[in-house]
């Protein structure tokens, strides 16, 4: 307490009127110099700009951009499993989220991130209740309602980009990359895991592999898995079918990276040598694939270039069509 029984002296927040008051100009003329107003000359910002230093003042970008009609934010939601939230999330899907944030930071925006996965707890409208510019949906497939909600609330109407939908990787193309590599090492019978009825990405992959097998002259064989188990799980289920039947194979091409390690990990528990016995690749190019023994061949998508793709379609560029990210073929020991 200050001397005398005074009262301590409170700081106060430093305004835009403290600041024209300094600078000798008037309100608005501070609001639209620090906004970059053209109508401003410089001699007048470079004047309103050092009292605004002086003074420690700082700009309220948001209140700025509601004023303009924006907010500077991309809404980004996350959808997982019913029942497993959060911790079900798949590795790729962090790094999508990742990748879509800092694609979000290089255009000055900020991001909202929402984890959703329980019916009743669905929310789509950001757009629509001025909450962000645009929106972005990641995350599992297999949560249906989830994505049912997202176009029943209308959000498919507002600036939006739909992992999976508005952009995804060139199936395809790794499908084929990862058969030609196979047959190049001398495997004949190349099995596919990873069949799995409306999900466009796996059967994007699936349609890749048996073009690419059947151009070569040789009988797809498909593993379809139990869509109620993670991916993990659905790896190590796969493998368990396929060394229970007759007229085994010599390769497995896994629809996604964790499908191909939770398969890996069976083999070696069932004293099957990767890649002697049975070779194994996988699709994503997740970081944990270069961490495992044999380390994992993989498709490998070009993550940060598919979460610029996610902003700039959210943000109304590159028209109606879908996008497609880049993929590569990264080999490892595991074939």
């Not at 799980?233 to 194979?249: D, F, K, M, P, Y």
């Not at 993989?298 to 990210?325: P, Q, S, W």
Request: charged content about 20%; hydrophobic content about 45%.
């Amino acid at each position: 307490m200050a001397e005398g029984g005074d009262k301590p002296t409170i700081k106060r927040r430093v305004t835009a009127a403290d600041v024209a008051e300094m600078a000798g100009v008037s309100q608005p003329t501070v609001s639209r110099a620090l906004s970059g107003s053209p109508l401003i000359t410089d001699a007048t910002r470079a004047r309103v700009e050092e009292a605004a230093r002086s003074l420690g003042y700082l700009v309220d970008k948001r209140a700025s951009r509601l004023r303009r009609g924006d907010t500077g934010i991309i809404a980004v939601v996350v959808f997982s499993r019913q029942g497993a939230g959060f911790r079900s999330t798949n590795p790729m899907t962090y790094a999508l989220l990742g990748a879509t944030c800092a694609a979000a930071a290089a255009r000055g925006m900020e991001t909202l991130v929402s984890f959703q996965s329980e019916p009743g707890h669905f929310f789509g409208q950001y757009v629509r209740q001025g909450e962000a510019d645009a929106m972005i949906a990641i995350g599992t497939r297999e949560n249906e309602a989830a994505w049912i909600n997202l176009e029943e609330s209308g959000a498919a109407s507002d600036p939006h980009a739909f992992w999976g939908e508005d952009v995804l990787p060139d199936n395809a193309e790794g499908a084929r990359l990862v058969v030609e590599h196979m047959l190049a090492r001398g495997r004949r019978r190349i099995a596919f895991i990873g069949a799995q009825e409306g999900h466009r990405q796996f059967c994007e992959r699936q349609a890749g592999y048996e073009a690419a097998i059947s151009a070569a002259g040789l009988e797809p064989r498909v593993i379809p898995v139990e869509i109620s188990q993670d991916r993990h799980a659905q790896g190590v289920a796969a493998i368990r079918s396929l060394l229970a039947e007759r007229g085994g194979c010599d390769a497995v091409f896994a629809s996604c990276d964790a499908i191909a390690i939770g398969a890996i990990g069976e083999l070696q528990a069932q004293n099957v040598s990767v890649p002697d016995d049975l070779a194994v690749a996988g699709f994503d190019g997740l970081g944990i694939a270069e961490q495992i023994v044999p380390q994992l061949t993989t498709v490998a998508t070009d993550v940060g270039m598919a979460g610029e793709m996610l902003v700039a379609r959210a943000m109304g560029g590159d028209g109606a069509r879908a996008l497609r990210v880049p993929v590569s073929l990264r080999t490892g020991g595991s074939t």
